[in-house]
């Protein structure tokens, strides 16, 4: 079955404390992303990447890290986590031909006290 | 810079009502439309698309045209259904895999 997989689904923590989350999918698409859905907002695109070791900041990337290493994982880092990025976080990927659809994860709820 | 803005909600309907949501965008060129749906507690799934002015994406009984004049993907249904209650994201995607999103509608269809 095709998926995106994102871990964890919650997570309540302390500001300053390093975390990552996870983003894999198993289509073997090339272009990942990861948004932040806050209320009112919509969904805003932090990082993208369309391939191995290419990656590009979106609109929202201060506070954030991103790497590319394999094809199917895509995680987001938060070195040093703030109470602003206490937010619902989505991980999607796509194929590279033009009209592609972009497939989403169930979604990461983020606290950070 | 690229933007959407799409109708801001709740919007509640009951049954079989007609259902338009408005979206407009701003962006230079050619960029590619969008309608994703997210149901609560997932993520978000793909709805339509159109990737050219006068394109029209369909799917599920819901409809949108992309009117390059007008700068607009309104996306439109003749019937709803109970099991159409959702969010509603208008996104555009102008080149490579950058996209923009509206803030979101949030529908809740009434028996």
């Known amino acids: 079955e095709a998926q995106v997989t994102q871990n964890p689904r919650y997570l309540i923590t302390v500001t300053g404390k390093k975390l990552t989350v996870t983003c894999s999918q198993n289509?073997?698409?090339?272009?990942m992303s990861w948004y932040r859905q806050d209320p009112g907002l919509g969904l805003r695109q932090i990082y993208y990447s369309m391939n191995v070791e290419v990656t590009d900041k979106g609109d929202v990337p201060e506070g954030y890290k991103v790497s590319r290493k394999e094809k199917r994982n895509f995680p987001l880092i938060l070195e040093s986590p703030s109470p602003n990025q206490t937010s619902l976080y989505f991980c999607a990927s796509r194929g590279a031909s033009l009209n592609q659809p972009q497939h989403f994860g169930d979604g990461t709820r983020l606290s950070i006290l | 810079g690229d933007s959407v803005t799409q109708m801001e909600g709740p919007v509640t309907l009951s049954e079989e009502a007609f259902l338009t949501i408005n979206c407009t965008y701003t962006?230079?060129?050619?960029?590619?439309l969008f309608w994703y749906v997210q149901y609560p507690g997932e993520g978000l799934q793909l709805l339509l698309k159109?990737?050219?002015?006068?394109d029209k994406g369909s799917n599920k009984g819901f409809e949108a045209t992309y009117r390059k004049e007008t700068t607009s993907f309104h996306l439109e249904k003749g019937s709803v259904q109970v099991s159409d209650s959702a969010v509603y994201f208008c996104?555009?995607?102008?080149?490579?895999?950058?996209?923009?999103f509206g803030t979101g509608t949030s529908l809740t269809v009434i028996p």
């Open positions: 159109a990737t050219k002015a006068d």
């Open positions: 289509m073997n698409h090339e272009y």
């Open positions: 962006a230079t060129g050619y960029p590619s």
């Open positions: 996104a555009l995607r102008h080149s490579g895999n950058q996209f923009y």
